[in-house]
């Protein structure tokens, strides 16, 4: 009798929790959540969110509610900055998520018609009607995770939930992530849930202790997602997960170049011209899926830099268009044109091209792929291999080679070709043995029989040279071979083929031993941590211990020499007409290190170092300079920074005007008080002056504080955002007339003592732009 009732008082407690989470989503309010009123513009919705944003952060908001709070933020901004959804919630109050209350009623409706503990007291019932169906449709066991996720891992990034039964944050999150996942999926990202309470050999194994998590694998490597759950966090973290160097951009300058590296890689070029400064990430999953077989570049038509290739190519510069190029760069093998690019069309096409006219047989693995094992008598498939020497240029031999197999595509023949330096046993075994043969090009038609090696084949009987009579000879063969298989008479077993582009030994063992290293460190912090806590705690108590000893000898020396050598008496200078400045015990810790002030340019080799990858406290202070201004400019500012290069944490840099002006404007369109940045028409776009501007860049946050100089010596100082000293806004500076250059940084270290400070105002950006 008393089990009965303590039941039905948890029945009633947990009715109760739901009712006020039903009650708390009805008088959701995005706008009393931010602030703002119903007539506010995109722009005050956008700064109430950012200043919201930062207060309530989890991170560094220690209220218990903070988290909750910053998902009503998260929530509110993303109703609000989305017009079709502000519209909706302006007209019906639900923001079209109709469907998300019907969910919320469908859990409740059937959460009571099971209202009951099964198998313990605190255990709750998780069964399929109770499942989402997106999560059900996702859902990961152990073994599936082993065998299929993680070898796809290599093809394509996964996106996984950790999730849990009554997680009232999961619930929070489930429209972002519905959203997420449809569109995700459709670029070809795959998607995975794992429940953590019945899956908990996976979820302990991708090291997700608390739910709910988002991970991203790549390359069968785990990353945590760590930001707050909105659709473009979520994109740019999958977008993060894949390599850098996947796609190349592409411009007049370096176009010839691109296309002409598929005889050292051994594979198709594949170049998409579209408008835009980034490349799609559609293209980017693209690359990654193929990236053993193509070599992919991005040129941006938006943009002056690709006038030629769209000039000489005849490219739509509206139509997003895909070239591919094989053997030959004046000419593309194949083009597409699409307005959306869709994943299905675009695999397709690639798929479509994945080899090259005449491949190079580079490995053993190619060689399956070209020239695959015949089945049966209807699947055959011949190969016809050109043996020649290697040469740095294609020779006369290679090229009439290359026209023939334009001319003579056939579905059951593949066209292919060795160089016979690189692989001599294979060459030998399909040359004669006469001295005709040597230093010069042969042609043999072969047809594998089994994996193990066994061909038939017919070798020419002359070298050849690329003449007209070579190609006669060659294509009545291949016309005879299909009434007459049994013209290849001679058999051998081909040895397997060295894999030429693989890395050398050193290489190999280094990048062996490095995933080594990562895999353990990675199992120790994310699979293990809690078995190694007893190791962990041993070593840092034997470390502990050592540096004691050393310190405590390192006291002792010291002392016992201050006995033994008593000090001197000082000598007390003469007076002189000048005066040596005396420092303190406590000034001497800020005077700088170096007697110099050591400033490096910010190009597109240091910018990943010097910002992007910026450890966490330090700043990157950048003056911004032009060839006409670097010297005196930098004078200037070595001359007002340098009594804080003492600390350690902080960076000087400069930036070329005339190199990065588009990556200079684009950063300064989030400084509220900035003046407006003039468009590519404007007849002032280039003469707006930025000489003398100062940012000083956190890397690891995001933000940047801007200091811009001011307009004259003799002018009241002003001091404006970020500290800035601005007596012209919404003009541009440097305007008409006589002014020093070396004066537009005359107020420069106070801006720095604020910088340090940390009273300067903070300009927050999503993420860092590429400095091309």
């Excluded at 220690?62 to 929530?75: L, T, V």
């Excluded at 659709?231 to 973290?237: A, D, H, K, P």
């Excluded at 303190?584 to 400033?599: D, L, Y």
């Excluded at 537009?744 to 300067?760: D, F, V």
Aim: hydrophobic share 35%; aromatic share 12%; charged share 25%.
């Amino acid at each position: 009798m008393e089990v009965k009732k303590l039941s039905i008082s948890w029945q009633f407690l947990i009715v109760l929790v739901l009712i006020l989470q039903f009650l708390s989503a009805l008088d959701f309010d995005p706008y009393r959540v931010l602030g703002v009123s119903r007539t506010a513009s995109q722009a005050d919705i956008k700064k109430a969110y950012k200043k919201l944003a930062r207060e309530w952060h989890p991170d560094k908001n220690r209220d218990p509610g903070a988290a909750d709070k910053f998902i009503q933020i998260s929530k509110a901004y993303e109703i609000l900055s989305n017009e079709e959804k502000r519209s909706s919630y302006d007209r019906y109050g639900d923001a079209g998520e109709n469907q998300q209350q019907q969910q919320r009623e469908y859990r409740f409706r059937h959460f009571h018609e099971n209202f009951y503990f099964d198998e313990s007291f605190f255990h709750f019932p998780f069964n399929s009607e109770q499942r989402d169906s997106i999560d059900e449709k996702y859902l990961l066991h152990f073994s599936h995770y082993v065998n299929e996720v993680v070898p796809d891992s290599f093809k394509k990034p996964y996106l996984i939930k950790i999730t849990s039964d009554w997680c009232f944050s999961c619930i929070h999150i489930e429209p972002i992530w519905k959203e997420v996942v449809q569109e995700l999926e459709g670029l070809g990202v795959g998607i995975g849930v794992v429940h953590a309470g019945y899956e908990r050999r996976l979820a302990h194994h991708l090291g997700a202790h608390s739910t709910p998590s988002i991970l991203g694998i790549v390359n069968g490597k785990v990353s945590f997602f760590h930001n707050a759950v909105v659709r473009e966090n979520l994109r740019q973290f999958v977008e993060s997960l894949l390599p850098g160097n996947l796609v190349e951009k592409v411009t007049n300058k370096n176009y010839v170049r691109f296309l002409s590296g598929w005889q050292q890689e051994n594979k198709p070029h594949v170049l998409l011209f579209d408008q835009g400064p980034s490349v799609p990430l559609l293209y980017k999953l693209t690359a990654f899926a193929h990236k053993d077989y193509l070599s992919f570049g991005y040129a941006n038509v938006g943009v002056r830099g690709a006038e030629e290739m769209t000039r000489q190519y005849n490219i739509n510069v509206y139509v997003p268009t895909i070239l591919v190029f094989k053997e030959h760069i004046n000419k593309p093998a194949d083009v597409m044109q699409a307005r959306g690019l869709k994943r299905q069309l675009v695999d397709n096409f690639i798929t479509q091209n994945k080899y090259l006219m005449a491949a190079r047989l580079t490995s053993q693995k190619l060689f399956h792929e070209l020239c695959p094992v015949k089945r049966s008598h209807r699947q055959r498939k011949y190969c016809v291999v050109l043996l020649t020497p290697e040469a740095t240029k294609l020779s006369k031999a290679f090229e009439a080679f290359l026209s023939f197999a334009l001319a003579n595509t056939q579905d059951t023949v593949r066209f292919v070709h060795v160089y016979s330096s690189r692989q001599p046993e294979f060459a030998s075994t399909l040359l004669p043995h006469s001295e005709a043969f040597q230093g010069n090009s042969a042609v043999s038609i072969l047809e594998r029989r089994n994996t193990a090696g066994r061909v038939v084949y017919k070798t020419l009987a002359e070298p050849w040279t690329g003449s007209k009579s070579d190609k006669f000879i060659l294509l009545g063969l291949l016309d005879q071979l299909r009434t007459d298989p049994g013209l290849l008479a001679s058999e051998a077993v081909l040895p397997d083929l060295t894999d030429e582009l693989a890395p050398i030994f050193l290489l190999r063992w280094l990048y062996s031993a490095s995933d080594y290293l990562t895999d353990c460190w990675e199992t120790m912090i994310h699979s293990n941590w809690r078995e190694m806590m007893p190791l962990l705690s041993l070593i840092f108590s034997a470390l502990f211990i050592l540096f004691g000893t050393v310190i405590v000898q390192a006291f002792s020396d010291s002392s016992d020499e201050r006995e033994s050598h008593p000090p001197e008496k000082e000598e007390v200078p003469e007076k002189t007409g000048k005066t040596e400045p005396s420092f303190t015990k406590e000034s001497s810790s800020k005077i700088p290190k170096k007697g110099f002030v050591e400033v490096t340019e910010l190009t597109d080799v240091t910018y990943t170092s010097n910002l992007v990858r910026l450890r966490p406290g330090h700043m990157n202070v950048v003056l911004i300079l032009s060839n006409s201004t670097r010297s005196v400019l930098l004078q200037k500012f070595a001359f007002e920074v340098y009594t804080f290069t003492g600390s350690s944490c902080l960076h000087f840099s400069f930036l070329s005007l005339d190199k990065h002006r588009e990556w200079l404007e684009y950063l300064l369109e989030f400084a509220q008080d900035a003046a407006p940045i003039p468009n590519q028409y404007d007849k002032h776009f280039m003469e707006r002056d930025y000489t003398g501007y100062v940012l000083a860049l956190n890397g690891h946050k995001k933000y940047f504080c801007l200091f811009k100089p001011q307009k004259t010596v003799e002018e009241e100082e002003t001091m404006g955002s970020c500290g800035d000293l601005d007596a012209s806004r919404g003009k541009p500076l440097g305007g008409p007339g006589p002014r020093p250059i070396k004066g537009k940084l005359s107020k420069l270290s106070l801006w720095m003592e604020r910088l340090l400070e940390g009273s300067l105002q903070r300009f927050y950006i999503p993420s860092w732009p590429e400095l091309d």
